[in-house]
Nanobody, 116 residues
Framework: QVQLVESGGGWVQPGGSLRLSCAAS????????MNWYRQAPGKQRELVAQ????????YYTASVKGRFTISRDNRKNTVYLQMTSLKPEDTAEYYC?????????WGQGTLVTVSS
């Protein structure tokens, strides 16, 4: 079955960096757009970054532009989110997502905490 497994979250001080990974299985990874979402406590889940199947086109929400970079390795069926200059407001559960045959598939999430 389609499965997404995130890793790489943790605690970091403001200004620090983390790299999240999402390992995908059960579908033809290189044919699908991949997404990173996040959900902070008490807030709605929001799209953070998106990368098209070939990796040539990306999207970022305004609050992370210039700080986060989404990338993918289609040989490893993995999508990454490199996060730099982290701020306390980046604290959230981060989820990997794919829309597979009209169904939204989510990973279990990985928690990122930014605090001093």
């Amino acid at each position: 079955q389609v499965q997404l497994v995130e890793s790489g979250g943790g605690w970091v001080q403001p200004g620090g960096s983390l790299r999240l990974s999402c390992a995908a299985s059960g579908f033809t990874f290189n044919a699908y757009t991949m997404n990173w979402y996040r959900q902070a406590p008490g807030k709605q889940r929001e799209l953070v970054a998106q990368i098209m199947s070939t990796g040539g086109i990306t999207y970022y929400t305004a609050s992370v532009k210039g700080r986060f970079t989404i990338s993918r390795d289609n040989r490893k069926n993995t999508v990454y989110l490199q996060m730099t200059s982290l701020k306390p407001e980046d604290t959230a559960e981060y989820y990997c997502n794919v829309r597979y045959r009209s169904v939204e598939v989510w990973g279990q999430g990985t928690l990122v905490t930014v605090s001093s």
